[in-house]
């Protein structure tokens, strides 16, 4: 709440708004981001930061140059989701009025810059205030920044979309705009190239009467925003504006003031929470004192254990409801007794590497080619090796080699090894080169981002845990692992009411881009979803599951469909009492 609150008023007001300490934590360590931290990038730009800061992951981390890259590309691909004409009408709207004759030619500019399509902005400026004036609006393109003040141009790279132009003179504008359309151009912000279907609208701040054209930092008519048409798209400016319904819009409103930061909450909370059964809280007391903290649901894994002993669990979690429920109907006065649910997560289908000669982790170099073989449900058996002469290493997916193409890469272990693959010897083998140094063991899970996996949604042991457990113990849910398609989920729902599992509702786990793709399909026909972000975030790059979220989060909600946000969201409490700040805000961004 304090962050929103902090970075709306910094928007309002026209100052810029920094995001910082543990966004990327977990990178001093580790050359990917947690979820958690995936999201937290994303959610600062969201929330209208400036910018965002780094420091034990550059100061002291053992990836620094990638904790920087990654930083970028999330920040990049979490702008594209920004809604550029939601977002001007929500800092014009809460601007004080009157706005002085400066600011209103500033915010001005933006909403011609939004009308037009414009490709990019200009400011001609030797002070701070006409520039952080127009991108108080938050304009979707980059602002040019043209000054002959070195203070300005270092000034203009902690506010957002400032590119500062530094010159040694500048006379008038007609004279600037070639240098200012060729750094354009150079910087990749727009082609403004002729013929392109692309509009080539250049929205320019300057002052008026021609002479001089830098903007001063008076409240007098000391500015004006003009329109230059780089080639011959001017056709564009009668172009209609209105949503063309291409992109599902994601957009929460939110009101925060300092009595929601600084006093505890009476509210009553709608969100729900589920818990995993384990170890840890698999007791009668701890499962009753996880239900008094809040808990909805308790969710069992079944990618371990056996029956026997998952069914000593959920009596023991059926009984502590019990309890619970009837302490909870005599202390309050209720006329009913509360109730909880449960839910079977199936194992689902699953990619792992074979077994290795010895038991023993094979040492992986950068740049070193390696077998990878085909081997199937032999993967029990199958010993891969590293000799002299070459890697071989044994995959469980019978249709790897159908599958995959050259260029397709293979990531194992979380990740943590890649494999990139450089030609298909056959049905059944291929040639990669490894992409990192790392040990690799044995039966490590196995993502193929950006590849269509041709395996059924359930296999032998989920379809007997779901009728044989499930169904028989008359459990409230089932959550499907990677659903693709609805054919998936219409299977689930036979494979259900053949056992009477009429009354258990489908949770479609969302865990790569083919579910994705199939999505509007899936909510036809599941009762609900969750955003699986633990292989999510390894079949899509780190930089695209905010966006991810937000898409599915937001369609799930127009179809009436319940969501479900999943994975690393409070990682650190297995250690610490405290979450780290990127989980802070991770869990209360799933709400927003």
Not at 339 to 364: F, N, S, V, Y
Not at 529 to 549: C, F
């Amino acid at each position: 709440l304090a962050q929103k609150m902090l970075i709306t008023k910094a928007n309002v007001a026209g100052r810029f708004a920094i995001c910082a300490t543990q966004m990327l934590e977990s990178m001093c360590d580790n050359p990917l981001p947690t979820r958690a931290e995936m999201l937290d990038v994303a959610n600062a730009v969201f929330d209208g930061a400036d910018a965002t800061m780094l420091s034990g992951e550059t100061a002291n981390g053992a990836f620094p140059a990638k904790a920087v890259a990654t930083m970028t590309a999330i920040a990049r691909n979490a702008e594209e989701g920004l809604e550029g004409d939601l977002t001007y009408q929500n800092v014009w709207n809460n601007t004080p009025k009157p706005v002085s004759p400066l600011e209103a030619v500033a915010s001005g500019s933006v909403k011609a810059c939004l009308d037009m399509g414009a490709m990019a902005m200009v400011v001609y400026t030797d002070v701070m205030l006409p520039a952080t004036l127009v991108s108080k609006y938050k304009p979707p393109v980059p602002i040019v920044v043209v000054t002959t003040n070195p203070s300005v141009a270092a000034h203009c790279n902690v506010v957002s979309g400032l590119v500062p132009m530094l010159l040694d003179t500048v006379t008038t504008s007609r004279e600037t705009m070639p240098l200012v359309i060729n750094t354009i151009r150079k910087l990749g912000i727009a082609d403004l190239v002729a013929g392109d279907d692309e509009a080539d609208q250049v929205i320019v701040v300057e002052r008026p009467g021609g002479a001089n054209p830098m903007v001063c930092d008076t409240n007098e008519d000391s500015a004006v925003f003009k329109t230059h048409i780089i080639g011959d798209e001017a056709a564009n400016l009668m172009k209609p504006t209105g949503y063309s319904g291409d992109h599902t819009i994601s957009f929460c409103s939110t009101r925060i003031g300092l009595d929601n930061v600084v006093t505890p909450s009476d509210m009553v909370r709608k969100t729900k929470i589920f818990c995993t059964m384990g170890p840890k809280c698999w007791d009668e007391e701890t499962m009753a004192e996880l239900i008094d903290a809040g808990m909805g649901v308790a969710r069992f894994n079944f990618s371990h254990g056996d029956h026997e002993a998952q069914q000593a669990v959920l009596d023991r979690y059926r009984e502590a409801c019990k309890k619970e429920g009837a302490a909870m109907k005599e202390e309050l006065g209720l006329d009913y007794t509360p109730h909880w649910a449960c839910l079977l997560d199936t194992k689902g289908p699953e990619i792992r590497t074979a077994m290795l000669r010895d038991g023993q982790p094979i040492e992986l170099e950068k740049n070193q080619p390696i077998t990878i073989e085909a081997v199937g449900d032999a993967y029990t058996e199958f010993q891969g090796y590293k000799t002299d002469e070459e890697t071989r290493i044994g995959l469980s997916y019978a249709k790897l080699c159908q599958s995959v193409k050259p260029g397709n890469k293979l990531l194992f272990a979380d990740g943590s090894v890649v494999i990139k693959v450089i030609e298909i010897l056959d049905d059944r083998h291929l040639k990669g080169v490894v992409m990192n140094d790392k040990k690799l063991g044995e039966r490590k899970n196995c993502n193929l981002p950006g590849v269509k996996v041709d395996i059924p949604v359930l296999t032998a042991k989920d379809i007997n845990d779901v009728q044989n457990f499930c169904c028989k113990n008359e459990m409230d849910f089932i959550a499907a692992s990677f659903v693709q398609t609805g054919e998936d989920v219409q299977l689930i729902r036979k494979v259900l009411d053949e056992a009477g599992g009429q009354n258990v509702q489908i949770i479609s786990k969302i865990e790569n881009e083919e579910g994705m793709r199939n999505f509007d399909d899936i909510l036809k026909y599941t009762d609900g979803v969750m955003v699986a972000r633990g292989d999510l975030g390894m079949e899509i790059p780190s930089e695209k599951v905010a966006l991810a979220q937000k898409m599915l989060i937001t369609k799930a909600n127009v179809a009436g469909r319940f969501a479900i946000c999943a994975t690393q969201m409070l990682e650190s409490m297995c250690d610490n009492p405290l979450p780290t700040r990127a989980e802070m805000l991770d869990v209360a961004n799933a709400v927003f």
